[in-house]
């Protein structure tokens, strides 16, 4: 910036304490001069020396009154006006009404971002217009940038016009800033752009459709929609396929809630679909374009495999292997190790003869049951538990302990299985307790609203199946769940000092599931309605708990990701598992996933083992979704040359959401603390006159303070030390 000097001079800034004390200092010192002066008969030497005294003094009395050199600068360039527009994602709510009917934020204030609007104003002030936080559909709002990045830029700020919907999402407090502009005597003219309350809306909030399905089998597709309408409505949510194929529920809305429903689509052939939830617009309705939301699905077939490993065949086991057996997505092994036999093994071709040895056969298995089985020699050793830990953590896959009478699973405490059992095991009782009657199960709330417990459509059918079903007359060893553990189902009316017995626990370890059943009465439930429950029962308990291990899956390669469905911003976790070409896992290589966002913007992953856990063949790599929508996802390994296409679907719109009530209340502070001024939306002609009012800009004022100066101190010490040394040389010291 360029100036020109206004004036420039002495300045003095005095008061009537300052200006009695300094007189009367120079008066002193001229008397005393004067009475030495005369005493020494008028001698010259003397008389020099004396005058010394009266100019300290007076330098002395003029340094009281603070004088200081001051020059003035006008600035010969025009003062700045900065426009700024917010152009974040939240700007293309349409909540601002208008006779037309609603239009959006973005266009209430387009004006404000033409320089037509501001040609009154080129004559006096230099107008630059900047819009900020325009990004990606992730973009938020940040208000402190700009507003710092104006006052770095221009040095003849003058005013600044923020036009914004105040809803501040990023970066740092814009008050912090706000004070800095004030200290700079620069306004800030705030345009309020929205509505503060929600329109009257019918939102479609979001569409958690899984990422995997399987051909044949019912997808529960969850949605959650929100209203800001006065009054209770029941409003249709359908559900269409890209095959064509319609669903429909009809919701019912309170007046001003939040709601979460879900549909049942069954796919009949295997494909990649996508799957779009409509909500009709209300009459009064003033923004229809958030009721529709999108997500793909991929469908399958399915061929899990499952191990069995019992002890004795009790009647649990023989009617879960059947059930398990007969589904036709399922392929069983079971294991037998019951005491007295020669040889393990079974009549069929379902029976394995030992269990599986090394990581190249028990990593085919997605889920493993875990009957009355134990550590001992003639069962599982050290080695086996490991193995099966190794087989959760790392590989996704499922466990599931269902304990029997006989007591077998005390002994994995302290083994390499104790951390994953979701329960504590009581020591007083490792064979269960028994009971004279049969006891049933009863859902906790989170059995209530779990997949695993569904054994109806409707949750009152689903908690009347479950109270008509036949209990058990036997309970396994447990004292309480796990902190961090689900409890699904709880023993009838047993309870202890940590309330009822915990019947049906889940929890997550590492990569896999793991599920505790405390019962072995699952095989009464047959009575009167023969397979329908019981088979449905374990058939989602074995898909439930395979669901991540079989995200995406070629022949020697999977992929995994956890939260299974993201939302936007989140960190997601890839879980890579690779084999060789012989099926062992990889040990070492060199994996990575090629990600390509929605918008075609590319980023590569690179994959790492876990620490010392190299010998699974998993490897694990993060990014943080910045874009919502489909991300296509290629994972390649150099060793095997092996490749895996896959995909994800992240949830979001914005980070900021569009729809979401202005925040007028942010801009009004900013305005306030730069002594500046709020403005309607829908008076934009009425900002021109108030920067026309504008006063000039200030003159820059530089100030060099005599008073305290270094070289004047010097001065006022060296002639002290003049005055000393000339009294010396005159004899009178």
Not at 453 to 470: G, H, Q, R
């Amino acid at each position: 910036m360029t100036a020109l000097p206004a004036f420039e001079g002495l300045r003095f800034f005095t008061t009537p304490w300052t200006i009695v004390l300094s007189t009367a200092l120079v008066l002193a010192a001229m008397v005393v001069a004067a009475i030495t002066w005369r005493r020494s008969g008028y001698a010259w030497g003397t008389g020099v020396v004396e005058l010394l005294r009266v100019l300290i003094a007076g330098i002395v009395a003029l340094l009281l009154n603070q004088p200081e050199w001051v020059e003035e600068y006008r600035p010969t360039e025009k003062p700045v006006v900065a426009i700024l527009v917010d152009a974040s994602p939240s700007m293309d709510t349409q909540d601002v009404v208008r006779p037309g009917g609603p239009v959006s934020r973005r266009q209430a204030v387009a004006e404000l971002a033409t320089s037509d609007f501001w040609w009154s104003l080129a004559e006096r002030f230099r107008v630059v217009i900047e819009p900020f936080s325009a990004g990606t559909a992730a973009a938020g709002t940040d208000l402190a940038r700009p507003l710092a990045a104006a006052a770095d830029q221009f040095a003849s700020l003058r005013a600044v016009v923020l036009a914004s919907d105040g809803d501040w999402t990023e970066g740092e407090p814009p008050l912090e800033v706000a004070q800095r502009l004030r200290l700079a005597q620069v306004p800030v003219f705030a345009v309020a752009a929205g509505s503060p309350t929600k329109l009257p809306d019918v939102e479609l909030v979001s569409l958690d459709c899984p990422t995997v399905g399987v051909v044949g089998k019912p997808v529960r597709v969850p949605f959650t929609v929100r209203s800001t309408l006065p009054t209770e409505r029941v409003i249709p949510a359908i559900l269409t396929t890209s095959s064509g194929e319609t669903l429909r529920k009809d919701i019912r809305l309170p007046p001003m809630a939040t709601v979460s429903e879900w549909l049942y689509w069954t796919p009949a052939t295997v494909g990649d679909y996508t799957l779009t939830l409509s909500l009709p617009a209300e009459a009064d309705e003033l923004l229809p374009d958030n009721n529709e939301r999108t997500a793909p699905i991929a469908v399958r077939e399915e061929r899990l495999k499952v191990l069995v490993v019992e002890s004795v065949p009790r009647w649990e086991y023989r009617y879960l292997r059947n059930a398990l057996s007969r589904d036709p997505g399922v392929e069983v092994s079971c294991l037998l190790f019951q005491p007295g036999l020669s040889k393990r093994g079974g009549g069929n071709r379902d029976y394995i003869r030992e269990f599986p040895s090394g990581l190249d056969e028990l990593s085919q298995f997605d889920v493993v049951f875990l009957g009355d089985v134990g550590l001992s020699p003639e069962q599982l050793t050290e080695e086996d538990c490991r193995l099966l830990k190794g087989l959760v953590e790392y590989q996704a896959s499922g466990l599931v302990f269902m304990p029997g009478w006989r007591g077998e699973q005390a002994s994995f405490i302290g083994s390499p299985l104790e951390d994953l059992v979701p329960v504590v095991i009581d020591p007083a009782t490792p064979e269960g307790t028994a009971t004279d009657s049969p006891r049933r199960l009863v859902l906790t709330e989170a059995g209530r609203k779990s997949l695993l417990t569904k054994l109806a459509d409707s949750p009152t059918e689903n908690l009347a199946v479950w109270e008509s079903l036949p209990g058990g007359q036997w309970y396994g060893p447990v004292l309480r769940a796990k902190a961090g553990s689900e409890v699904l189902a709880v023993h009838e009316d047993v309870a202890n000092e940590y309330g009822r017995i915990p019947l049906l626990v889940t929890r997550t370890y590492g990569a896999g599931k793991v599920l505790y059943m405390a019962t072995d009465g699952a095989w009464r439930w047959r009575k009167g309605v023969e397979d329908k429950y019981h088979y449905r029962f374990w058939g989602q308990v074995v898909r439930w708990m395979a669901y991540r291990r079989n995200m995406a899956k070629g022949e020697r390669m999977s992929l995994s990701f956890s939260p299974e469905q993201p939302e936007l911003g989140q960190a997601i976790v890839l879980d890579a598992r690779v084999a060789t070409t012989s099926g062992e896992p990889l040990i070492r290589g060199e994996v990575a996933a090629r990600i390509t966002a929605p918008s075609g913007r590319v980023e590569t992953v690179r994959f790492a083992p876990p620490a010392g856990d190299g010998e699974w063949g998993v490897f694990a790599g993060s990014f943080t979704a910045a874009e919502p929508g489909r991300h296509e996802i290629m994972l390649s390994c150099r060793e095997t040359s092996d490749s895996l296409e896959a995909s994800l679907f992240v949830q979001g719109s914005a980070a900021e959401g569009v729809g979401a009530a202005a925040r007028p209340e942010v801009l009004a502070e900013i305005a306030q603390v730069t002594r500046g001024r709020v403005l309607p939306q829908d008076d934009l002609a009425g900002l021109i006159a108030t920067l026309a009012e504008l006063p000039e800009s200030p003159p820059e004022v530089r100030r060099l303070q005599l008073w305290c100066h270094p070289a004047v101190a010097g001065l006022l010490v060296g002639l002290l030390g003049l005055f000393w040394v000339g009294r010396k040389r005159q004899g009178l010291v």
